[in-house]
């Protein structure tokens, strides 16, 4: 269970962002029907999870309910109110669907649940159409996952599912998952000791390992095409980009000053200035707005100094209460106040000895203390609280800041000696979108992430990044980047799977934010899952506009209009080619 858990709460991530808007929470139980993992919905405050970690959900015990009628079934469980068995249960709508491991035994089941009393019967079933969704993704995922050093086929055997089979790279098969099973069999075969090409014409294309790339598997009996993709295998040296990428994470090692600032040309000024001080313990002070990445740099101008052997000690200012600060930075001695230890305690300082202080957030610092950093700052002495020896330190102090500390000097809450003194070199950051080299940064932050390293970002999902603002900076953008290397399915980012951080920068910033076009916030739930609905149907019909749009029983017309109106652009060429007639 534990290689699988991952992939497993990244599917319940997906599908938690998908649908949890509607009030829905969603969980994943083992084949016993114990809930092992959970994500409640969004605004229940202190209500109590329905389906908290822990909880029983058989037959046996509840009676019908999705989770225990899914397992039993061994098929996707849609249960609305009254549906339910027990009387306790008929407010709620739940739904469940069995994830079937590569064996072909049930894994477990993912669920969704809620007592929301606004989820009508329609909103339910489209939930549950996504669940059922997600399921097989998550399914696909755990396929391409065990498989990952085979060679894997997509075959999309019907419009609307995708089946697939792992092999070996002369076409031997290994694998096959239940639609592939499906699809396979009704041939009259079973896969043992077959090959590719017991199936299907003999491809010669399919020999020649390099990258992915599509084909079209004839069928030996019917003559039927079936429009498939092969992928060698992903850790093959030879399994090389694809060719909607403008960003290729680089695998990279430690972090050096010079790998962190980037190709920025203000960054790289700024190296240049930090790499001329190196060797000094002149102090310097980070400024830049939250997020810019200070804390990253502070670490990386120690990590490329003279002093990288010796300790990094970081203190964040604005996280402590003034009289913690205080012992925390000087220590204390023995007996120095009610409930100090014994033996008493080394500060901060000391414990950076021959190293790099680090202060962050020195803008919060509270002012009697700032006159006890400047005494420290002006002769490299620390006296512990209480008393005690003093003991010149040789401390290199870095400080950072993401409030104006000069404006804080001119309105008296900040010294304006211990601004002038922390200031030995000033470094400002600057703000994301300040930032020329944007994709690298984009690379370098996937390349940090092991879901992303790897990973790709399409031409249209970098776009929408490059239009965000990016209010939270480097963090933000690092949230957005490995949610959406979570929900990725195929190793490319593409425009759906980015989520941002919106509501969040609406409490915390008074920057104007402006959400990109394609990600504008639903104005209700219901419209938010027909939403998600439309793009997990565009996604399963490969972005096939037309084959979408038949599969939901729309005019081409109508379903243009619909993804217009929800903001969903399209992405592939048959999606934007339409007849006037239609
Ligand atoms: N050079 C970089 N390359 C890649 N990622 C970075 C870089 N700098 C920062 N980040 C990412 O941004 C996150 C936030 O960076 P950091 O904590 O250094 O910002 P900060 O400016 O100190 O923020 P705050 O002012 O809120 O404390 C990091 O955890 C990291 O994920």
Redesign the pocket.
């Known amino acids: 269970m534990e290689p699988y858990r991952d992939i497993i709460e990244l599917g319940l991530f997906e599908l938690s962002a998908l649908i949890n808007p509607s009030g829905y929470e969603v969980s994943f139980c083992t084949k016993a029907g114990v809930t092992i993992l959970n994500l409640p919905a969004s605004g229940a405050g202190g209500v109590p999870s329905l389906e908290c970690p822990g909880s029983l959900w058989t037959e046996e015990t509840e009676g019908t309910n999705g989770v225990g009628t899914s397992l039993w079934e061994a098929r996707p469980v849609s249960l609305y109110k009254s549906d339910h068995f027990l009387s306790r249960y008929t407010d709620n709508c739940c739904a469940a669907a069995p994830v079937f491991a590569s064996s072909g035994d049930i894994l477990g089941v993912l669920n969704i649940t809620t007592s929301s009393e606004s989820v009508s019967r329609e909103l339910h079933q489209m939930a549950y159409n996504i669940l059922i969704k997600m399921a097989e993704k998550v399914e696909r995922r755990l396929f391409r996952h065990y498989h990952r050093d085979h060679c894997l086929v997509e075959m999309r055997v019907s419009p609307g599912q995708m089946a697939l089979v792992a092999a070996r790279e002369e076409g031997s098969l290994i694998a096959a998952d239940r639609h592939a099973m499906n699809f396979l069999r009704a041939t009259g075969y079973g896969i043992d000791g077959k090959s590719l090409w017991n199936y299907f014409d003999r491809d010669n294309s399919f020999f020649t390992p390099g990258s992915s790339k599509s084909v079209a598997l004839v069928h030996k009996i019917d003559g039927v095409r079936i429009p498939s993709k092969i992928h060698f295998p992903i850790r093959s040296p030879l399994s090389s980009g694809r060719p909607d990428h403008v960003a290729r994470a680089p695998v990279t090692g430690s972090r050096s000053l010079l790998e962190?600032?980037?190709s920025d040309p203000k960054m790289i000024r700024n190296a240049g200035l930090l790499q001329r001080v190196r060797g000094s313990t002149l102090p310097v002070l980070l400024l830049?707005e939250?997020?810019?990445?200070?804390?990253?740099?502070a670490r990386a101008i120690h990590a490329d100094g003279p002093r990288s052997h010796k300790p990094f000690v970081a203190l964040n200012c604005a996280a402590m209460p003034e009289t913690l600060i205080d012992s925390e930075l000087f220590g204390y001695s023995s007996g120095a106040f009610t409930g100090a230890r014994k033996e008493g305690q080394t500060g901060r300082i000391m414990q950076a000895e021959g190293g790099t202080l680090f202060l962050?957030?020195i803008g919060d610092m509270p002012v009697a203390l700032q006159t006890r950093l400047l005494r420290f700052l002006e002769n490299a002495e620390v006296t512990p609280i209480g008393g005690g020896a003093v003991r010149r330190v040789d401390v290199r102090v870095i400080a950072?800041t993401?409030v104006s500390v000069a404006q804080a000097a001119r309105e008296g809450r900040f010294r304006a000696d211990l601004y002038y003194r922390l200031a030995g070199v000033v470094v400002n950051?600057p703000t994301l979108r300040e930032r020329t080299d944007f994709p690298e940064?984009v690379a370098?932050?996937l390349a940090?992430y092991p879901a992303g390293a790897g990973m790709s970002v399409s031409s249209a999902a970098m776009a929408l990044l490059q239009s965000y603002e990016w209010p939270g900076n480097?963090?933000e953008l690092?949230n957005v980047l490995q949610r959406a290397a979570c929900v990725a399915d195929d190793g490319m980012i593409q425009e759906d799977h980015l989520f941002f951080d919106i509501e969040i920068n609406a409490g915390v910033t008074s920057t104007a934010i402006a959400p990109p076009a394609a990600i504008s916030l639903p104005p209700s739930p219901q419209r938010g899952d027909e939403r998600a609905m439309l793009m997990a149907a565009l996604r399963d019909h490969n972005d096939d506009a037309a084959e979408t749009a038949k599969a939901l029983q729309m005019s081409r017309a109508t379903f243009y209009r619909r993804l217009k109106e929800f903001g969903i652009r399209p992405r592939g060429t048959r999606r934007i080619q339409m007849s006037p007639t239609n």
């Open positions: 962190t600032v980037g830049g939250t997020g810019t990445g200070k804390d990253v740099l962050d957030e950072a993401n950051l940064v370098k932050i940090d480097l963090r690092r």
